[in-house]
């Protein structure tokens, strides 16, 4: 099927169409005028249960929106990706997370080869492993049996992982202490092995290219300080154990690769975290609780792969998003999660909305014409509430919120849970429908106070409920995550899955690095503002050490 471009498919021309009678429309006027919408745009899967009633949408925008999905070609573009064709164009890679999470009776042919037997033979591997450590039998160099897990790995290969171990920390083994070092900032790693005992230490080096400046040097800061408290360069064999696509350089650093767990240029460093990558996730819940997890995530795919797009999860919200970026021009999404175990959620999905959907030009290299990916961002409920929700409720930007909860706590105690509960509804309801100033004097506010306190309404919220989280369910909320950034990017014709906008960066932060450490002043080469401040930073270096610092 051909697609056309964007703005000349004609399910956009009649949104833009529907859009100006949508937009001076209240969501008060909106429910008042349908009272039962509460019931209707609402819909489930997995364990997931969408209300999406309080966005400025009726069911002719509902209807519209699906249309320009169709004639977007999702699809036949999702039937694509299932099957491993080269979606990511610019990188001419399939895109084929979804086949780490296929059961082991599935078989998936590309280019010649069962991509599902390779991703089981190395869950094979990985259970064995995780079996070892967890049952003391993996020793380490002293004969000491594993008691910390430190995973390094930057972006993808450290947000999953945190993001999981924290989300699961519920079920995982609490004589386990797991640590994540990312940043090259030495405190992150300083910090993180302070108070560890480096016989019962366990790195774990994740990175998919294995070149990452970020991750090989505290890779090698990590064997240094190894080496340097057990007194043996051959204590690295027990110690260390690699997550990669790239086994040159797993052996080059120093790593045996029979120590290695494998993964494949077809998956995406941000949709990894159910790939080898995920060795610290097996490593605390233990390899039934990763076999969840996995099912989750599968469970999902299939949903998204077989349900009609009006009762599709990631469907529903990805044309949602694209409906509130690209009409309304909201520039930001809010994820609340209001479970305390999710609080590093809303990082996990900066990456994997932003890195794959943060992009300029089409599949064909041509500027897009209208906006693509919104920023990110958010914090656990109901912290965020008591900090930057006043801008959501009275500022002048709208920010749409998903947010996400769930009917039971793992840790039932007293009245919390209700209460918890009770913000994410009572939230819902005050962005859609504020407090008029009508309402307001009704109550007796005094005057003086009632343009203050007026509440316009009309924000949009996504309501995300399960019953509890689990690691199935945490796998489903990841899949309808990425399966609605994959819509998004199908409607706005983009390639979600490179990221060539994070390069040039890392070329100038290469250039600099030696005019940092040069001995004595180099010719700097650079605009007037980075030569003052490589100038600054150089001179501050050499002041005197102020007291109490080293
Ligand atoms: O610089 C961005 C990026 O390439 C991400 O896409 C990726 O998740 C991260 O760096 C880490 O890469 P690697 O796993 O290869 O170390």
Same mark, same amino acid.
């Given at each position: 099927?051909?697609?056309?471009?964007?703005r000349q498919?004609?399910?956009?021309?009649?949104?833009?169409a529907?859009?100006?009678q949508?937009?001076p429309?209240?969501?008060?006027?909106?429910?008042?005028?349908?009272?039962?919408?509460?019931e209707?745009?609402?819909a489930?899967a997995?364990?997931?249960?969408?209300?999406?009633?309080?966005?400025r949408?009726?069911?002719?925008?509902?209807r519209?929106?699906?249309?320009l999905?169709t004639?977007?070609?999702?699809?036949?573009r999702?039937?694509?990706?299932?099957?491993g064709?080269?979606?990511n164009?610019?990188?001419?890679?399939?895109v084929?997370?979804?086949?780490?999470r296929?059961?082991?009776?599935?078989s998936l042919?590309?280019?010649g080869i069962?991509v599902?037997a390779?991703v089981?033979?190395?869950l094979d591997?990985?259970?064995?492993f995780a079996?070892r450590?967890?049952s003391g039998?993996?020793?380490g160099h002293?004969g000491?049996?594993?008691?910390? @897990?430190?995973?390094?790995?930057?972006?993808?290969?450290?947000?999953g992982? @945190?993001?999981?171990?924290?989300?699961?920390?519920?079920?995982?083994?609490?004589?386990?202490?797991?640590?994540f070092?990312?940043?090259v900032?030495a405190s992150d790693?300083?910090?993180?092995?302070?108070?560890?005992?480096a016989?019962e230490?366990?790195f774990?080096i994740?990175?998919k290219t294995?070149?990452?400046l970020?991750?090989?040097t505290n890779?090698?800061?990590a064997?240094?300080w190894?080496?340097g408290?057990?007194g043996?360069?051959s204590?690295?064999?027990?110690?260390?154990?690699a997550?990669?696509?790239?086994?040159?350089?797993?052996?080059?650093f120093?790593?045996?690769?029979a120590?290695?767990?494998?993964?494949?240029d077809w998956?995406?460093?941000?949709?990894?975290?159910?790939?080898?990558?995920g060795?610290?996730?097996?490593?605390a819940i233990?390899?039934?609780?990763?076999?969840?997890?996995?099912?989750?995530?599968?469970?999902?795919?299939?949903?998204f792969?077989?349900?009609?797009f009006?009762?599709n999860l990631p469907?529903?919200?990805?044309?949602?998003a694209v409906?509130?970026?690209?009409?309304?021009?909201?520039?930001?999404?809010?994820?609340m999660?209001?479970?305390?175990y999710?609080k590093r959620l809303p990082?996990?999905?900066q990456?994997?909305?932003?890195?794959?959907?943060?992009?300029?030009v089409?599949?064909e290299?041509?500027?897009v014409a209208?906006?693509?990916?919104?920023i990110?961002?958010?914090e656990p409920?109901?912290?965020g509430q008591?900090?930057?929700y006043?801008?959501?409720?009275?500022g002048?930007?709208?920010?749409?919120l998903?947010?996400i909860?769930?009917?039971k706590s793992?840790n039932?105690?007293g009245?919390?849970?209700?209460?918890?509960?009770?913000?994410?509804?009572?939230?819902a309801?005050?962005?859609?429908?504020?407090r008029?100033e %009508?309402?307001l004097?009704?109550?007796?506010v005094?005057?003086?106070? @009632?343009a203050?306190?007026?509440?316009e309404g009309?924000?949009?919220t996504?309501v995300?409920?399960g %019953?509890?989280?689990?690691?199935?369910?945490?796998?489903s909320?990841?899949?309808?995550?990425e399966?609605s950034?994959?819509t998004?990017?199908?409607?706005?014709?983009i390639?979600?899955?490179?990221?060539w906008?994070?390069?040039?960066?890392? @070329?100038?932060?290469?250039?600099?690095?030696? %005019?940092?450490e040069?001995?004595?002043d180099p010719?700097l080469?650079?605009?007037?503002?980075?030569?003052?401040?490589? %100038?600054?930073?150089r001179?501050l270096?050499?002041?005197?050490?102020?007291?109490?610092?080293?």
């Open positions: 099927m051909t697609v056309r471009p964007l498919r004609a399910a956009w021309t009649a949104l833009e529907h859009y100006a949508i937009a429309r209240h969501l008060r006027e909106i429910f008042a005028q349908d009272p039962h919408r509460g209707r745009l609402r489930e997995e364990g997931l249960y969408l209300d999406y009633s309080k966005n949408v009726t069911d002719e925008t509902m519209l929106l699906m249309e999905a004639e977007s070609g999702l699809a036949a999702r039937d694509q990706m299932f099957r064709e080269h979606i164009v610019s990188e001419d890679r399939a084929l997370h979804v086949a780490l296929m059961p082991r009776d599935a042919i590309v280019d069962d599902v390779q089981h033979a190395v591997r990985m259970t064995a079996t450590v967890r039998q993996w020793r002293t000491r049996p594993i008691t910390n @897990v430190v995973n390094i790995g930057i972006g993808g290969s450290d947000l992982p @945190v993001m999981a171990y924290e989300a699961l920390r519920f079920y995982s083994r609490r004589d386990l202490t797991f640590r070092v990312s940043n900032d790693f300083v910090e993180a092995v302070r108070d560890l005992d016989a230490t366990l774990i994740s990175s294995f070149g990452t970020e991750t090989l890779a090698h800061s064997r240094s190894l080496i408290q057990l043996d360069e204590a690295v064999a027990q110690h260390f154990v997550v990669s696509t790239n086994a040159a350089k797993v052996a080059a120093g790593i045996d690769t120590n290695m767990f494998e993964f494949w998956v995406g460093g941000r949709y990894s975290m159910d790939s080898a990558i060795l610290s996730t097996m490593l233990g390899p039934e609780g990763f076999a969840e997890l996995l099912a989750g995530f599968h469970a999902m795919d299939e949903h792969r077989t349900a009609p009006a009762q469907v529903l919200m990805g044309m949602l409906w509130n970026r690209d009409f309304f021009g909201f520039s930001t999404v809010g994820v999660p209001y479970d305390n999710l990082a996990y999905l990456q994997l909305t932003m890195e794959s959907n943060g992009k300029h089409t599949l290299g041509t500027t209208y906006q693509t990916g919104p990110y961002w958010g409920g109901t912290n008591h900090s930057f006043q801008l959501i409720h009275q002048t930007t709208i920010v749409p998903d947010l909860c769930f009917a793992l039932p105690l009245e919390h849970h209700d209460i918890l509960s009770s913000n994410v509804f009572a939230q309801q005050a962005l859609a429908f504020g008029s %009508e309402e004097r009704d109550e007796g005094p005057e003086l106070e @009632v203050h306190r007026v509440m009309n924000r949009p996504n995300l409920m %019953e509890v989280l689990t690691p199935r369910l945490l796998g909320l990841i899949s309808l995550y399966h950034v994959f998004q990017g199908t409607v706005w014709g390639d979600s899955y490179d990221q906008g994070v390069e040039l960066g890392k @070329v100038l932060a290469a250039e600099i690095i030696p %005019e940092l040069a001995p004595s010719v080469a650079h605009d007037s503002s980075t030569k003052a401040l490589i %100038e600054h930073y001179a270096k050499k002041k005197e050490v102020p007291h109490g610092a080293h």
